[in-house]
Structure formats: structure tokens, C-alpha cells
């Protein structure tokens, strides 16, 4: 599954579109709290839009609803990554725990850490399949300044709470 991640103003503006097709007034800071914990997701701000209609507003509450819910999506898509790669199941878990509970590193910061996770040297080849792996997946991206991060914020959500077995 490719994640496409809406700029803040074509989140707001694809919200706003889905609220005023439901005659629904919404404030726009909740609008925009939503946006920045989504990450202009689209799939987890029509997931939004949906539990607002169903409640009747968009609140504080609503998104909270959500989240846990996406948590709930995220993690099983990641089982499903990880199942059919249990070989690295230990390595692809220790470099996104690492992402999830630090943020944003560097490649040598996080082939660091999954050195310690597991006890030995990697190549450099092998820890590039790992990323590259992730990142084919969309489970993490590389930013401009040359970062790791995960792309999905409920994603690190769930990571950090620890929903994943």
C-alpha cells in the first residue's frame, strides 16, 4: 500500500470538502489538529471525516477514536510485513522501535543502534535491504535533510504504545 501524503493545505482543504458535502461546521483548529496528527494521510482523514459524520462533530474525542482505531490498521499491516519475513523480524522491529520512541535519525545512528539491538556488525549491504525493505513499504521514508523517519504517524503511535506482539 502506497501512503500519499497531502501538503496541510490540500488536507484542510479535502476535509473542508467532505464536511461542507455533510452540512457540517467544523472548527478549524480542530481541522488542523486533525492534519498534523495524520500527517495529510488520506486514508486516516477520510477515517476522520467518517467517525465525524457518525458522531455529528468533529472533537478532540473524534480523533482519539480514530487514532486508536488506525493504531489498530497499522500494526496489523505491519504483522503482515513482518510475517513473511521472519528472518528479519527482530531487525525490521529493532530499527523502527528505535525510530518510533527517539524520532528522526541518520542511517549511521540507526545501523548503530540495531548493532547493539543484536549483538554484532552489519554490512552495510545487508542494513540497506532493511531500510530499503521499509521504505518500499512505506513504513518509513528518508526526508530531504537526509533522516529516517516513519511515515505514518499512527504508525509510531502504535509502536510507541506498544500494540505490536
Known amino acids: 500500500m502506497r501512503l500519499h501524503h497531502l501538503s496541510k493545505a490540500e488536507a484542510v482543504a479535502f476535509l473542508q470538502r467532505g464536511f461542507a458535502q455533510e452540512n457540517m461546521?467544523?472548527?478549524?483548529?480542530?481541522?488542523?489538529?486533525?492534519?498534523?496528527?495524520?500527517?495529510?494521510?488520506?486514508?486516516?482523514?477520510?477515517?476522520?471525516?467518517?467517525?465525524?459524520?457518525?458522531?455529528?462533530?468533529?472533537?478532540?474525542?473524534?480523533?482519539?477514536?480514530?487514532?486508536?482505531?488506525?493504531?489498530?490498521?497499522?500494526?496489523?499491516?505491519?504483522?503482515?510485513?513482518?510475517?513473511?519475513?521472519?528472518?528479519?523480524?527482530?531487525?525490521?522491529?529493532?530499527?523502527?522501535?528505535?525510530?518510533?520512541?527517539?524520532?528522526p535519525a541518520h542511517w549511521s545512528e540507526l545501523r548503530r543502534g540495531l548493532e547493539t539491538e543484536v549483538g554484532r556488525k552489519l554490512s552495510p549491504t545487508v542494513f540497506n535491504q532493511l531500510l530499503g525493505n521499509l521504505a518500499r513499504a512505506d513504513f518509513i521514508r528518508k526526508r530531504q535533510d537526509e533522516l529516517y523517519e516513519i511515515a505514518d504517524p499512527v504508525l509510531a503511535l502504535s509502536l510507541r504504545e506498544r500494540r505490536l506482539a
Open 25 to 103: 461546521q467544523v472548527d478549524p483548529k480542530e481541522l488542523d489538529n486533525v492534519v498534523l496528527s495524520l500527517n495529510g494521510i488520506i486514508g486516516w482523514l477520510t477515517l476522520v471525516g467518517v467517525t465525524a459524520r457518525e458522531k455529528g462533530a468533529l472533537h478532540a474525542a473524534t480523533l482519539s477514536e480514530c487514532m486508536t482505531r488506525a493504531a489498530v490498521m497499522a500494526s496489523d499491516e505491519l504483522r503482515n510485513f513482518l510475517d513473511y519475513r521472519a528472518a528479519a523480524r527482530d531487525r525490521y522491529r529493532a530499527i523502527l522501535a528505535q525510530l518510533a520512541s527517539r524520532g
